[in-house]
């Protein structure tokens, strides 16, 4: 399964009617939540049927899409699964929890609900929201597979914007060579990792590097009126910047990571 990403760009309007999906889809899934904890019991086809009952309840749920009805089901008898194999394990519970608003937030389409233009630069939305078309910004190119591939399409929420993911039924193979080494590895925190050569990878330190402006931004935060267009702006900022850290975080640990595997044959 491959995962590809792009920005969606469009109009405020549209990233209003975004809003609108993503929280109906987390309505579905905390009321499927609750319908579970109400009638203990039922099973994952009973949270799937109950989505049809909200769809005949609530006028405005029958906007999002059935499958991405399904798929808000699906989410929440996650959550329930996992606590089921906690308890199994003897492990930390972790009771599924209700989803809050919050700045980041998403809602899945299966097969349906979404289309992709010719140049597959653009995609439209078809539900009941009416969201419109979007401009694609990435650099995946999606011409190298089939529609049928395309197995779910996920809208996420973060602070800097809005993004399309696109998941895909395709195994990943890479052609490599043998290298004929073998490398042991030692995370520490003074050093990233120390290997089992006596080479070193220095921290990064990107949160530490960005700690001053980011209690700077807390700091302009807390002093804001809450419900305030203020408010809203400098939370948004204060994301950014997190979401920025990271985004570096993340970028340093995957090209370090695919170094080490690339080089050698055996990693311990």
């Known amino acids: 399964m491959l995962v590809f990403e792009a920005k969606l760009e469009g109009e405020k309007q549209q990233h209003e009617k975004l ?47 059935s499958m991405a009805r399904q798929a808000s089901a699906e989410r929440a008898w996650s ?20 989803k809050k608003h919050q700045t980041h937030g998403s809602v899945e389409y299966k097969t349906c609900g ?22 694609l910004w990435g650099t995946r190119d999606l011409h190298f597979y089939q529609l ?8 996420v929420r973060r602070a800097d914007g809005y ?5 895909l039924d395709v195994e990943r193979i890479e052609k490599r060579e043998p290298t004929g080494k073998t490398i042991g590895l030692d995370v520490g925190l003074t050093h990233f990792y120390t290997d089992s050569d006596g080479q070193t990878v220095e921290n990064p330190r990107h ?13 302009r935060l807390s002093r804001t009126q809450r419900g305030s267009k203020n408010r809203a702006k400098n939370r ?20 370090l990571a695919r170094y080490v595997v690339q080089s050698n044959d055996l990693v311990a």
């Open 236 to 255: 948004n900022r204060l994301g950014r910047a997190h979401l920025k850290v990271s985004r570096q975080r993340k970028d340093f640990a995957v090209k």
């Open 207 to 219: 949160l530490r590097k960005s700690e001053k402006a980011l209690k700077r931004l807390g700091r």
């Open 114 to 135: 979404w289309k992709l233009s010719e140049d597959r630069r653009t995609i439209t939305f078809t539900d009941g929201f009416k969201a419109g078309s979007f401009k």
């Open 163 to 167: 993004y399309v993911q696109f998941c």
């Open 79 to 98: 959550s329930i699964a996992r606590f089921y194999d906690n308890c199994k394990k003897k492990a930390k519970k972790g009771f599924p929890q209700f």
């Open 19 to 65: 809003d609108e999906a993503i929280r109906t889809a987390r309505f579905v899934r905390n009321s499927c939540l609750r319908y579970w904890m109400d009638n203990k019991g039922i099973g994952r086809y009973e949270l799937s049927a109950y989505c049809k009952v909200l769809a005949k309840e609530f006028p405005w749920a029958n906007k999002l899409n």
């Open 148 to 155: 049928e591939q395309i197995k779910r399409v996920r809208v």
